[in-house]
């Protein structure tokens, strides 16, 4: 099939979006290509529909686990043959999984970048028959990326094991020295290709606005708007709050951070996706994977780390191409929580090292042991056991896992899993020889259909209730059936885990951290920098700003944003805003904040300065209470 035959045939698309057609060619043509597509721009089918044109396996190389098996999953109900390899899998997991690549017909392989370390990936790769290699979010992989990732480093290397395969490079937000650092890491050859499409958004209204009482223009900017839209705070209990208080103002609105399992956000973005008026409000944990092109409003309550996560967060709005609104409110506060959050985010090197020990010493892993084991981890308790703040371990954690020592694995509350990795007829022999395993197994075999080829999802409840016994009883005997060998099985978590992606060193041997620490605390430290540099602009288009930054210098002035409204905004007689104020005070007395509510299509700024000029030459009183009174007739 040809491409949009493709596209038609799995997707139900009759045409695909700007520049799709044009990478899809340039990758099936065997060259190195370069995507920079921005958030909502569609790079999944990138390389999806080249891995469905060509004979052989796509390997997709992804930082983003909960969005690897979002996809996989996605691919499996559209009828494609895809899977993933993920940290805390098992060896029978993973062998199968790689051998469905080279054996059988898989067609799309998810990894993270750490799995290229690995012996026994790079034996198997070696074997398959590769089609593509696909690298998302590849900004990670230069040190001058708003997400660097040492890992990702680690790509180009593969590329020897097939030299004639071409690799597809993909990001939304990437600067000129972040790409030529993507062309050379990855080992481009000679007529690859680069295909960029505008940041420009010109259905996207900018707005930054100084706004100290931020709960109020919160709540007036959804009433104006409407629609469903995005509130991104800070933290998880801001999440709770915002959403409780734009309840208790009759807006629907549900909180959404990575501290909910699975099954519960899932839920929550099902809602709010298949909604026209819902208010999702979220930590940056919401959003990679959003499928929901009518979102009205991206508005940020806080200041993000970085343009890039800026823009990206703020792309989500109106991807249907009709008017929305990106809104970003800050205060003098939030730019001093930034640069706090920046040093808290780079503990002391020694501390790094003190957390790395104390976590071996917790699992009782020796020197040269543990790569691949996961445990269980609770941060709380971690931290309170060796006196450490709870932020830097936190920070430590993903600085160690930048290294690829480690990873910190929000809970994974899907089902379990089991895979029968002997024969039918072992089985039946150890059903004749151990009733206590035969009843168990009948129960497997009949009700997961592809237990002996692949992990099935299974479910400990409904196991034990066709046995008429307790789920307590269960358990423990798949337990030791897997230790057997009988079977293999995945139990369920519910609890963050730790997973070893290299064996244990001794702390004082941590030396990428020590090189790569300057490099990363000098880039975090720029990217505020130019976050705070955006805000404080008020003589720049906002969309242009932001294209520029991207080093994208042909974009238009967008007329939308606040500080192009600004520019075209006619001056007001002073007299006209006068009257405006007497006319509302006579309706009733009223604060400052409900007076430039009932007043429309002028500054509150402006209001606010002909109310102080009123006090002393109008017939307007205020009270104890500041609440400002008409006394004329």
């Known amino acids: 099939m040809t491409p949009r035959e493709i596209l038609?045939?799995?997707?139900?698309?009759?045409?695909?979006?700007?520049?799709?057609?044009?990478?899809?060619?340039?990758?099936?043509?065997?060259?190195?290509?370069?995507?920079?597509?921005?958030?909502?721009?569609?790079?999944?089918?990138?390389?999806?529909?080249?891995?469905?044109?060509?004979?052989?396996?796509?390997?997709?190389?992804?930082?983003?686990?909960?969005?690897?098996?979002?996809?996989?999953?996605?691919?499996?109900?559209?009828?494609?043959?895809?899977?993933?390899?993920?940290?805390?899998?098992?060896?029978?997991?993973?062998?199968?999984?790689?051998?469905?690549?080279?054996?059988?017909?898989?067609?799309?392989?998810?990894?993270?970048?750490?799995?290229?370390?690995?012996?026994?990936?790079?034996?198997?790769?070696?074997?398959?028959?590769?089609?593509?290699?696909?690298?998302?979010?590849?900004?990670?992989?230069?040190?001058?990326?708003?997400?660097?990732?040492?890992?990702?480093?680690?790509?180009?290397?593969?590329?020897?094991?097939?030299?004639?395969?071409?690799?597809?490079?993909?990001?939304?937000?990437?600067?000129?020295?972040?790409?030529?650092?993507?062309?050379?890491?990855?080992?481009?050859?000679?007529?690859?290709?680069?295909?960029?499409?505008?940041?420009?958004?010109?259905?996207?209204?900018?707005?930054?606005?100084?706004?100290?009482?931020?709960?109020?223009?919160?709540?007036?900017?959804?009433?104006k708007v409407g629609g469903s839209g995005i509130v991104y705070v800070r933290n998880r209990k801001m999440t709770v709050d915002i959403a409780q208080f734009l309840n208790n103002s009759?807006?629907?609105?549900?909180?959404?951070?990575?501290?909910?399992?699975?099954?519960?956000?899932?839920?929550?973005?099902?809602?709010?996706?298949?909604?026209?008026?819902?208010v999702m409000v979220a930590t940056n944990a919401f959003g990679m994977g959003i499928d929901k092109a009518n979102v009205r409003f991206v508005i940020h309550l806080n200041l993000p780390e970085s343009l890039e996560a800026y823009y990206q967060e703020a792309g989500r709005a109106g991807r249907d191409g009709k008017t929305a609104y990106a809104v970003l409110l800050y205060d003098e506060d939030d730019i001093d929580t930034l640069n706090k959050s920046q040093q808290q985010t780079f503990p002391e090197l020694y501390t790094i090292r003190n957390v790395y020990k104390a976590l071996c010493n917790t699992f009782r892993l020796p020197i040269g042991t543990g790569m691949g084991q996961s445990f269980d981890f609770d941060i709380t308790g971690f931290s309170n056991n060796y006196g450490f703040r709870i932020m830097e371990v936190y920070s430590s954690l993903r600085l160690l896992e930048h290294e690829g020592l480690l990873a910190l694995q929000e809970s994974d509350d899907s089902s379990s899993l089991i895979f029968i990795p002997i024969s039918k007829q072992e089985i039946y022999k150890i059903q004749v020889e151990n009733r206590r395993y035969a009843a168990i197994l009948n129960c497997i075999q009949r009700d997961y259909s592809g237990v002996y080829s692949e992990f099935v999802p299974v479910s400990e409840y409904s196991i034990a209730r066709h046995m008429n016994t307790a789920v307590e009883t269960i358990e423990p005997i798949?337990?030791?059936?897997?230790?057997?060998?009988?079977?293999?099985?995945?139990?369920?978590?519910?609890?963050?885990?730790?997973?070893?992606?290299?064996?244990?060193?001794?702390?004082?041997?941590?030396?990428?951290?020590?090189?790569?620490?300057?490099?990363?605390?000098?880039?975090?430290?720029?990217?505020?920098?130019?976050?705070?540099?955006?805000?404080?602009?008020?003589?720049?288009?906002?969309?242009?700003?932001?294209?520029?930054?991207?080093?994208?210098?042909?974009?238009?002035?967008?007329?939308?944003?606040?500080?192009?409204?600004?520019?075209?905004?006619?001056?007001?007689?002073?007299?006209?805003?006068?009257?405006?104020?007497?006319e509302s005070l006579m309706q009733s007395p009223k604060n400052v904040k409900d007076l430039v509510d009932s007043i429309d299509g002028i500054d509150e700024k402006k209001i606010v300065e002909r109310l102080r000029v009123a006090l002393d030459y109008l017939d307007v009183t205020m009270n104890d209470s500041f609440v400002y009174t008409w006394t004329g007739d």
């Not at 390997?59 to 098996?69: D, Y």
Request: charged content about 25%; glycine content about 4%; hydrophobic content about 35%.
């Open 8 to 223: 038609k045939h799995y997707w139900n698309y009759d045409s695909f979006r700007p520049l799709q057609e044009e990478i899809i060619s340039s990758v099936l043509q065997g060259t190195d290509t370069l995507a920079l597509l921005p958030t909502g721009g569609g790079k999944s089918l990138c390389y999806q529909i080249p891995a469905m044109a060509k004979e052989g396996v796509c390997l997709v190389i992804s930082p983003l686990i909960a969005l690897m098996k979002d996809q996989v999953h996605l691919l499996q109900r559209l009828g494609i043959k895809a899977s993933y390899l993920v940290s805390g899998m098992n060896r029978y997991q993973i062998e199968l999984v790689l051998n469905n690549c080279i054996y059988n017909d898989t067609k799309l392989l998810y990894v993270s970048p750490e799995r290229l370390k690995s012996r026994t990936f790079l034996d198997h790769l070696k074997q398959m028959n590769l089609s593509l290699i696909a690298v998302d979010e590849a900004h990670c992989i230069s040190q001058w990326g708003f997400d660097f990732r040492p890992p990702y480093m680690e790509i180009g290397k593969i590329r020897a094991y097939h030299p004639h395969t071409p690799v597809l490079a993909l990001t939304a937000t990437a600067t000129a020295v972040v790409l030529k650092d993507i062309q050379q890491s990855l080992q481009f050859k000679t007529g690859s290709r680069l295909f960029r499409k505008s940041f420009y958004r010109e259905n996207l209204n900018y707005m930054v606005l100084f706004e100290p009482d931020k709960y109020r223009r919160l709540l007036k900017i959804i009433q």
């Open 250 to 278: 009759g807006i629907t609105a549900e909180p959404y951070h990575a501290g909910f399992g699975i099954t519960e956000r899932d839920a929550k973005q099902a809602a709010w996706t298949n909604s026209n008026n819902s």
């Open 478 to 582: 798949l337990q030791q059936m897997d230790k057997e060998g009988i079977i293999s099985y995945k139990r369920r978590t519910t609890s963050p885990q730790i997973v070893f992606l290299a064996p244990r060193v001794n702390d004082k041997e941590i030396y990428l951290v020590e090189a790569n620490y300057s490099t990363l605390k000098e880039s975090s430290k720029r990217r505020i920098n130019d976050i705070v540099a955006y805000v404080k602009n008020t003589q720049r288009c906002r969309s242009q700003q932001l294209s520029e930054y991207f080093d994208d210098m042909n974009s238009p002035e967008c007329q939308v944003c606040d500080v192009c409204r600004q520019k075209r905004a006619k001056p007001v007689d002073p007299s006209v805003i006068d009257r405006k104020i007497r």
